[in-house]
């Protein structure tokens, strides 16, 4: 008979969500495929939680990060001092489950368990998460009486100095996971039988995102429609309601089961094999005035906010590139702007931006409600460059409700994003080819990666290097779409 699974609270809490992600992650674990996004939040939370040991100068790490049965040992040798003591990571064993607590406080012989989450909110599964812990706490032999769930309290405001008081909300949960409680050896039973049998029969549905994003979907929904009708967007409850009804492929709906427009058009237009594009999107850009201006900015919203004056995941720009063509159709690359001196970045930013952009002729933009925002915010924080910047805001014109609106193409499946817009008209621009930096995902760990002071100059370089190419990318893609659709379809990218 084989040895059981040993868990964890990330294995159990996998069980929770669905039984086979447990099983894949217990026998083939080389099948999970992350996100640039998923990647993006964990490292959040890593930033999270070292920012919460701050506030506990205290306190003692328990390291050992893979090797646990020594991180058993070191927690319990600290639990075995007399006095008061703060452990971060300890380590708890209670039957086959082992936790990494995330702060473990012991005032006066009473015990106190904080959960830390990157979170804005306390959600429903860390309640479970936090039952977990407090459970194998227990179990470990802690009389543990108050849990606790510090939540990012998006109030705070930085004043500096590495001073995050006040950067966490504190919900106490004690009575919430008592009823939780009798439920755990339960829970733990199954996971154990469910890793140890066959790979669970399990269906994709709303699990595989819910509460947290599965990373065995590419194995689970391998593409085997041509055109799945989960690519119809916002409409995940439809695209289930389809599958459920036997429906994989979207040519194979019928037209009457689609009610919005735009299901409709990505259907004919799926179902044609070709792209439709209408005549409006061509007299909308012919009615706008030259120059043009074709501007994307980039931001970062570091969840532990890095400079004075700003608050939790607050988007903060750090670089912009714009392209301007001229009525003769000359198209200039302006020199690009990307913070590289790791201050607060804005004040530059915005100088530089009001500096480059002239004062007449639209801004074109891919979503005009993100640079619109940031221009918005930034002339809050300047006055004096508030009447250049509030300008540009009111010359905003977005690509991306002109492009929905009037063009569609099959292999967008189903999204206007620019990279899904680009192949389908100017193959030659595709960001595969792309190093460092090939989606939005990964600006944000590029550009803390470019202004870590540890990070060689070298290194430093090829990172700018790479910010400054995806941007203005960006930028001549929207060029590139605004020709083709000016063009009716028939431009030089046809
Ligand atoms: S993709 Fe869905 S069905 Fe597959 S393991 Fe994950 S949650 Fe379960």
Redesign the pocket.
Known sequence: MPAPVRLSKSRLVAHR?????L??QVHRPELAQRTEAVENRLAQGHLVGAAAHTLYPEGRLIGHVTDLAAAVRETQEALAQPGDLTLFEPALRAGPILVRADILIRRERRWRLIEVKASTKVKDYHVTDAAIQAWVARGAGLDVERVELAHVDTRFVYPGGRDYQGLFAYADVTESIAPLQDQIPAWIADAQRDAAGPMPD????P??TDPYE????A???PDGAEFPVGLLPNSAKLARALRAEGFADLRDVPPERLQKDVHQRIQRATLRGEAELDAAAAAALAALPWPRWFVDFETVGPAVPLWPGTRPYQKIPMQWSCHRQDADGTVTLLPPYLDRGGGDPRRAFAESLVAAIGTTGPLLVYNAAFEGGVLRQLAEQFPDLAPALTGMAGRLFDLLELARAHYYHPAMMGSWSIKKVLPTIAPDMDYADLDDVRSGDMVEPVYFAMIAPDTPAERRDALAAALLTYCSRDTLGMVRVAQFLAAGGNGPDA
């Not at 969500?17 to 992600?21: L, T």
């Not at 599965?214 to 979907?217: A, G, H, I, R």
């Open positions: 969500q669905c039984p086979k992600r099983w894949l399990v269906a994709v549905g699990q595989c599965c990373e065995f979907v194995f689970c929904a």
